[in-house]
C-alpha cells in the first residue's frame, strides 16, 4: 500500500465530483438518512433517485442538493427499508445499483488488515463466497496519515466498493471483517457493507483524536520516521473522513502494538477511542450514539515467552473487567481466540494465526446479541464467585462449562495483588497450578495447597495469564457447555 502524508488536500478542481467513498455497488445504512457529499461546483442541484423496493416496487423522487462551501456539496437521501435498491443522478454523475444495510468500519492494525487470501483453506473461503454475491459488498481505505484534521479531506481508497463474488478484490479484503459478517447475514439477512480502514503494526494513539487522549493523559507523540506512530494521524486520515457516513457499528482488532507501548494507559485509550468514535459519528451522521463496537482480544504468538504485554492488553481492552459488554463498556463485544496458535513462521502464522474464520465466528455469535438483540451468547464462563475453603479455592462460574484435560491448568498463582503482579514486562510471578477439579456444572475447585495453608492464603489468581497459553488449536481448558462453546476469556482476581 502507498503512504500519503498530506497537510491538507484541496476539494479539487470545479469541476464537480463524489467523495472517493461513495462509488457503484456501495452499501448505505438501512433506516436512517444517508448524507451523500463531494466537490467542486454544481451546476445543477437537483438529484434523482430511483429505487426498487424488496417487493419489487418502483419508486422516484427528487431530492436538492446544497452546495456547503465554494467547493464542498452534500445532499441527504431518506431513509430505505434493507434490501432497497437504487440509482442516484446529480449534475450528469450517477451512483448505480446502491443497496441499503448494515455498514461496519473495519479498523485496527495486522490482524485486522490479515487478508482472505492469508487466512487457513483460502481458496475454498474465497471460491464459497461467491454465493453471497451483492449482499456483501466491501471497499478498503488506502493507508493514508494526515498531521491535520481536515472534515473534507477526501481518502483515496485502495480499491472501491466490490461484490463478494469479485475474488480480484475480495483476496485483499480483511478476513476478520468480510468472515463478521458471513457469519452475521447468514443468520439476520441484511446486506452487509464494510468499510476496510486499518494499518499494520500501529497503536491506538494513532487511531485516536485528541480529545480522547487528552482525556486519559496520554504524552504528545510525533514520529518523523514512522508517521503512522504519529498521534491522531490515521484517525485524521482514514477515521475522520468517514464520519459523515452513517454506519451501523465498528470492528476492531488492535493491540499488539501497545503491549509494550503506553500500555499501562491501554485501559483508559481503548475505551475513550470507542467514546469518541461514536460522538463523532453520531454527530456528523445518523450513526447512533452509542453504536455497536466489536473487537478480538489480543491472539496468541510465542508458545515460550515470558513477556506480560499480551495478558495485560487483553484486560486492558475490557477495561479491566474481563468481559464485555460492562458498564464502561456499554454495547461493545468481543472475540476472544485464545486457541488459535499457528505455528507457521512467517507470514502469515505466528503473530498472524490463519484461523480468522474461528475469531470471527466468535464475533459474530455475540454481535447477534448486542447488534441484533438475538438470544446468543456474549461470552464464555466467567467466574462470579471465589471461595476460599479448606478443600481448596472454589470457583463459581455465571453457565455451565466444560472442563478439559489440555496441556495446561490454565490457572496461575501470584502472591501479590493482581495488579503487582504484573508489574514490569514479565508473568513469572505468577505460577502454574494444579488441574483443577470440576465439581458440578457450575464450579471447580482449584488446590493452591502448593502454595501455603490454603484457607489463610492471600495473593490473586488468574486464568490463561500467558501471551499463548496453549499451542493445540482449539485446547483451552473451559469451554461452555452449548451448542456454541466459546472459550471462558483470561482474567485475574484477588483472593
Known amino acids: 500500500m502507498k503512504l500519503i502524508i498530506l497537510l491538507s488536500l484541496l476539494a479539487g478542481s470545479l469541476a464537480a465530483k463524489f467523495n472517493n467513498y461513495f462509488g457503484n455497488d456501495m452499501v448505505m445504512q438501512r433506516d436512517v438518512e444517508n448524507k451523500v457529499w463531494g466537490y467542486g461546483l454544481l451546476a445543477s442541484d437537483e438529484v434523482s433517485l430511483a429505487c426498487v423496493l424488496k417487493n419489487g416496487k418502483k419508486t422516484f423522487q427528487t431530492l436538492q442538493a446544497k452546495q456547503v462551501t465554494d467547493e464542498v456539496w452534500e445532499f441527504v437521501l431518506p431513509a430505505r ?7 442516484i443522478e446529480v449534475d450528469s454523475m450517477r451512483l448505480e445499483n446502491i443497496v441499503f444495510g448494515d455498514v461496519w468500519i473495519c479498523s485496527g492494525q495486522s490482524n485486522m488488515e490479515q487478508s482472505m487470501i492469508n487466512i487457513d483453506n483460502a481458496e475454498e473461503e474465497i471460491a464459497n463466497s461467491a454465493k453471497y454475491r451483492g449482499n456483501i459488498r466491501y471497499s478498503m481505505i488506502r493507508n493514508q496519515v494526515l498531521l491535520e484534521e481536515d ?3 477526501n481518502p483515496e481508497l485502495e480499491f472501491g466498493w466490490s461484490t463478494a463474488d469479485n475474488r480480484n478484490t475480495l483476496q485483499f479484503m480483511s478476513a476478520i471483517c468480510f468472515l463478521y459478517a458471513r457469519s452475521v447475514f447468514d443468520v439476520v439477512g441484511v446486506p452487509m457493507g464494510l468499510v476496510s480502514s486499518d494499518w499494520g503494526g ?10 480522547a487522549l487528552d482525556s486519559c493523559n496520554v504524552p504528545a507523540h510525533e514520529d518523523v520516521d514512522r508517521p503512522s506512530w504519529t498521534n491522531s494521524a490515521l484517525w485524521r486520515g482514514m477515521i475522520n473522513p468517514l464520519k459523515r457516513v452513517s454506519v451501523t457499528g465498528f470492528l476492531w482488532y488492535q493491540g499488539e502494538a501497545n503491549g509494550g507501548y503506553n500500555r499501562d494507559l491501554y485501559n483508559c485509550s481503548f475505551p475513550a477511542m470507542i467514546d469518541s468514535w461514536r460522538r463523532e459519528f453520531s454527530q456528523n451522521s445518523q450513526t447512533s450514539q452509542l453504536a455497536p463496537f466489536g473487537f478480538v482480544q489480543l491472539s496468541t504468538w510465542r508458545p515460550r515467552t515470558q513477556d506480560n504485554g499480551f495478558p495485560v492488553i487483553r484486560w486492558h481492552q475490557t477495561f479491566d473487567v474481563g468481559f464485555v459488554p460492562n458498564d464502561r463498556m456499554v ?19 505466528n503473530i498472524h494465526p490463519r484461523y480468522k474464520q474461528i475469531a470471527a465466528e466468535r464475533l459474530a455469535i455475540a454481535g447477534l446479541n ?11 464462563p466467567f467466574p462470579v464467585l471465589m471461595e476460599n475453603t479448606p478443600e481448596g479455592v472454589m470457583i463459581h462460574y455465571d453457565q455451565d462449562f466444560e472442563l478439559r484435560e489440555v496441556e495446561i491448568s490454565g490457572f496461575y498463582y501470584c502472591s501479590e495483588d493482581p495488579d503487582k503482579c504484573d508489574e514490569g514486562s514479565t508473568v513469572k510471578m505468577w505460577v502454574e497450578t494444579k488441574p483443577a477439579v470440576q465439581i458440578n456444572p457450575r464450579l471447580l475447585q482449584l488446590d493452591l495447597s502448593d502454595f501455603g495453608a490454603v484457607e489463610n492464603l492471600q495473593g490473586s489468581v488468574a486464568y490463561l495469564w500467558r501471551e499463548t497459553p496453549v499451542k493445540e488449536l482449539l485446547g483451552l ?7 456454541f462453546q466459546l472459550p471462558s476469556p483470561p482474567w485475574k482476581f484477588k483472593l
Open 151 to 153: 472534515d473534507n479531506y
Open 202 to 211: 500501529t497503536p491506538v494513539e494513532a487511531w485516536s483524536n485528541t480529545q
Open 477 to 483: 481448558p473451559i469451554y461452555a457447555a452449548d451448542e
Open 331 to 349: 454495547n461493545v463485544f468481543m472475540s476472544s481466540p485464545l486457541d488459535t496458535f499457528d505455528s507457521a513462521s512467517g507470514y502469515p502464522g
Open 81 to 87: 427499508n434493507a434490501h432497497t435498491r437504487c440509482d
Open 370 to 380: 448486542v447488534t441484533y438483540g438475538l438470544g446468543y451468547p456474549t461470552r464464555g
